[in-house]
């Protein structure tokens, strides 16, 4: 009997062994995280911030820094793979898409013409906006205003902003050297909300909750989600998130959270536009 009741003894160890052992590497595994870095433009940043948060609230071993930095930023980081996404509020140049760069379109956008809320100014044609960004007419009684000096804001040119506004707006001109660079929607809203004179241009979701500022309708089209959806008003864009070839692990699971039903109710709730 003594010899069986030891042997009973020694399963039941083994047992208890075993099953601390395969319970030590469930809890392990369940413990494991996982982190990804996601850099670039101002416009996509409130997006991928709020994105984020809501992502790592239900992944809590999941870890998301976002950063800002600009489109052109974001997508050098990715090229030296000093980040994981990055946001883009433009379109990548056929070079970027040698280096093995994919775009993902997770949100539509406009980029709206702004000035001081105090301004009577409510409307301007496409050309007149380009002829102002050019320097050529400078004074607000030009078109239709009062007799005040037009100061002119522009973006840094790494931002994916200002190539939008280049390529949609400028091209084959440039914008005046007398404009004064901001370097994000953030300081552009600040900077006309403080300027009765100023004149720029900030992604959609900039306005809802910028005070001092408005919209101008462009040809007489205002910039609203269904305009941008429909591609009507004169400034439309998507923005993106790109990888460097096709995403994995937790790039993969976060792209498709914000391009699925819960990440474009974030888009709206950011103030842009959901995908069609």
């Known amino acids: 009997m003594k010899p069986k009741t030891?042997?009973?003894l020694g399963l039941a160890v083994i047992v208890v062994v075993a099953s601390a052992i395969l319970l030590q590497g469930t809890t392990s595994q369940t413990q494991s995280t996982r982190s990804i870095k996601i850099k670039g433009s101002t416009t996509v940043l409130p997006i991928a911030q709020a994105a984020a948060e809501v992502w790592m609230d239900s992944h809590p071993n999941d870890k998301i820094t976002v950063e800002g930095g600009?489109?052109?930023v974001g997508i050098a980081s990715l090229i030296d793979g000093t980040c994981d996404i990055a946001n883009s509020s433009r379109t990548l140049k056929d070079e970027e898409k040698q280096a093995g760069l994919i775009e993902h379109e997770i949100a539509l956008d406009a980029?709206?013409?702004i000035v001081n809320s105090q301004n009577p100014i409510n409307e301007l044609t496409l050309q007149q906006v380009k002829?102002?960004?050019k320097g050529e007419i400078?004074?607000?009684?030009e078109v239709g205003g009062p007799n005040l000096e037009i100061v002119v804001y522009t973006r840094e040119s790494t931002s994916g902003t200002f190539e939008t506004f280049e390529s949609k707006v400028m091209k084959p001109d440039n914008i005046t050297l007398q404009a004064l660079t901001k370097t994000s929607n953030g300081e552009m809203a600040k900077a006309i909300a403080g300027n009765l004179n100023g004149i720029?241009?900030?992604g959609i979701g900039y306005l809802a909750n910028a005070e001092g500022i408005k919209a101008l309708k462009i040809n007489g089209i205002e910039p609203t989600n269904t305009t941008v959806q429909s591609g009507t008003f004169p400034i439309s864009r998507y923005l993106y998130m790109i990888t460097k070839g096709q995403p994995e692990g937790?790039?993969?699971?976060?792209?498709d959270f914000v391009t699925g039903p819960?990440?474009?109710?974030i888009v709206e709730e950011s103030g842009f536009v959901k995908l069609p």
Do not use: E, R
């Open 6 to 8: 030891i042997g009973y």
């Open 111 to 113: 980029v709206c013409i």
């Open 138 to 141: 400078t004074n607000w009684g």
């Open 262 to 265: 819960n990440g474009q109710k």
């Open 200 to 202: 720029g241009y900030v």
């Open 131 to 133: 002829a102002i960004f």
């Open 70 to 72: 600009g489109s052109g």
């Open 250 to 255: 937790l790039t993969k699971d976060f792209i």
